[in-house]
C-alpha cells in the first residue's frame, strides 16, 4: 500500500494541534422541516468536556467485499481515536470494537428536507453507550465555516434526524451520540445561493496499465470533496496505479472545469461541471490519453474563468509488459505466493462459504472443517488456503474458483481471476 494521501497526512500531523484550538461556532437551529423529520435542538453547554484531548491516530483493519471496504478497530481504553484512512475520530467512553464503513445515501430523506449531502454517509457499530461523539470531516474552507448550514443527520430505520452540532473546528463537525446507526454531514441548500462559494477539494490521479498495441495509456483524473477517503476510491480502481501528488484545491460546485496537458494525445471530456457527489462509485471527471512512453507530464486544471485551481507537474512509474500481465503460477504455488494478503483481506462470510463448498466438493472432511470453524477469522484463513495447497493443484484450483464466486473483486485483487 502506498503511504497515506495528503488529507490524511494533514489529518495525523495536525490532529494535536487542531485539538488545542477548537473554537466554538455558533450554529443557528431555524430549519424548518417537513413532516417525518425531526431536528434536535440539543446541545450541552461549553465548559470542561470541551477541552478536548490530543487523539490517538489508528489504522483500521480494512476487508474489501465486492469493491466495497469495511474498517474495523478494538479502541483498548477510553479517550479520542482517530481513524487515519477516513479521517473520523470517535470519543470512546469504555474500551470497545468498532465497525464502519460507508453506505449510500437515500436521496428520498435529503430533498424533503432542504437538505444536500456534505460528507460519505458512514454506518457505525459499536457496543452501546461506548461512543459519546463522532468528529466527522467536513469540507468547508475555513472563511466559510461561520455559515450555519452545516449539520448532521442520523439515519435509522429508513428516518432521518437533524442533529445540531456540538463544535465545527477547522476539520471536523463535532456530534454528540446516544443511538448508532448511520451518521452524515448535510448542507441546508441556502448555502448553495451563493453560486460562487467554493468547497476544498482534492485531485486524485489514476494511471491504467499500457495497452501494448495501442501503445497508449490513460490517467484517470477525479475531482472529489476533501473529505472522501482515498482508499475508497482506490478499490474502484484496483488495476490502476494511484500517483501520489499534492491533491489540495478549491472547486465549486457546478462550476466548468478543463483540463490542460501538454503532452496528451487527448483529454475526454474537453469539460466538465464539478458536482458534489458522495456516492460509493467515484467514476472519473477527466481521462488523459497519454504515450505509452511518457515520463513527466504537466497536469494544470482550470476554472471556467480560464483560472488555475490545480496544477501539478508528475512523474509516470515505468510500466512493462511484465508489470501488466501477471506471471502464470501452478494454483498451489499461486496461492502461496498470495496467502498474506488472503489471510488479511478475505471476509468471515466468505472463508466460512469456501469451508461449505469445499466439504461439499470432497477437498476437505468434515474434521478439517470443523477445526477450521471454531478459530477466529485470520486463523480461519490460514487453515483453509494450507489445507488446500497441501492437497495438490486440483484442490487449489477448486478453491480460486470457489473464491472468484464469492468475491470478485478479492479474486481480481490477488490476480486468481
Not at 149 to 169: E, F, N, Q, Y
Request: charged share 25%.
Amino acid at each position: 500500500m502506498e503511504s497515506p494521501t495528503s488529507f490524511q497526512h494533514a489529518v495525523q500531523t495536525e490532529s494535536a494541534r487542531i485539538f488545542y484550538s477548537l473554537q466554538e461556532k455558533t450554529m443557528r437551529s431555524t430549519d424548518t422541516l417537513d413532516s417525518g423529520f425531526e431536528l434536535d435542538h440539543t446541545t450541552a453547554e461549553t465548559d470542561q468536556e470541551d477541552v478536548m484531548e490530543s487523539p490517538t491516530s489508528f489504522m483500521p483493519a480494512v476487508q474489501t467485499e465486492s469493491a466495497r471496504i469495511c474498517y474495523s478497530f478494538r479502541c483498548p481504553s477510553p479517550g479520542v481515536f482517530l481513524c487515519t484512512l477516513t479521517g473520523v475520530m470517535f470519543n470512546i467512553s469504555q474500551e470497545a470494537e468498532l465497525l464502519y464503513r460507508i453506505v449510500q445515501w437515500d436521496e428520498d430523506l435529503l430533498h424533503p428536507a432542504n437538505k444536500k449531502a456534505a460528507s460519505p454517509l458512514f454506518n457505525i457499530e459499536s457496543s452501546k453507550d461506548a461512543i459519546r461523539q463522532l468528529h466527522l470531516p467536513h469540507c468547508e474552507p475555513q472563511e466559510a465555516l461561520l455559515s450555519d448550514c452545516l449539520s448532521v443527520v442520523h439515519i435509522s430505520a429508513g428516518k432521518m434526524k437533524v442533529l445540531k452540532p456540538r463544535k465545527i473546528t477547522d476539520t471536523h463537525v463535532i456530534v454528540e451520540v446516544t443511538h448508532l446507526s448511520s451518521f452524515g454531514l448535510v448542507w441546508n441548500i441556502k448555502r448553495f445561493w451563493n453560486k460562487d462559494k467554493p468547497v476544498s477539494g482534492q485531485v486524485l490521479l489514476f494511471l491504467e496499465p499500457i495497452n501494448f498495441r495501442t501503445q497508449r495509456q490513460n490517467l484517470n483524473v477525479l475531482l472529489l470533496t476533501s473529505n472522501i477517503p482515498v482508499e475508497e476510491v482506490r478499490v474502484k480502481y484496483r488495476d490502476a496505479n494511484f500517483i501520489q501528488a499534492p491533491s489540495k484545491c478549491k472547486l465549486i460546485k457546478d462550476h466548468r472545469y478543463t483540463v490542460l496537458c501538454p503532452v496528451a494525445y487527448k483529454v475526454q471530456p474537453p469539460e466538465e461541471d464539478f458536482d458534489l457527489d458522495f456516492g460509493t462509485n467515484y467514476p472519473p471527471t477527466f481521462q488523459i490519453r497519454l504515450p505509452a512512453d511518457t515520463e513527466e507530464v504537466t497536469i494544470t486544471i482550470q476554472g471556467q474563468t480560464n483560472t488555475d485551481v490545480w496544477k501539478c507537474t508528475i512523474d509516470l512509474p515505468e510500466r512493462t509488459r511484465s508489470q501488466s500481465t501477471p506471471q502464470i503460477l501452478p494454483p498451489d504455488k499461486h496461492l502461496f505466493a498470495v496467502r498474506k494478503q488472503f489471510v488479511d483481506q478475505v471476509s468471515d462470510s466468505t472463508v466460512n462459504q469456501l469451508l461449505d463448498s469445499l466439504l461439499q466438493q470432497g477437498i476437505i472432511n468434515k474434521e478439517e472443517m470443523d477445526s477450521a470453524r471454531i478459530k477466529p477469522r485470520a486463523d480461519r484463513a490460514r487453515d483453509v488456503i494450507d489445507v488446500v495447497r497441501n492437497k495438490g493443484e486440483e484442490a487449489s484450483s477448486s478453491l480460486i474458483d470457489g473464491l472468484r464466486e464469492l468475491d470478485p473483486y478479492l479474486s481480481e485483487t490477488l490476480h486468481l481471476s
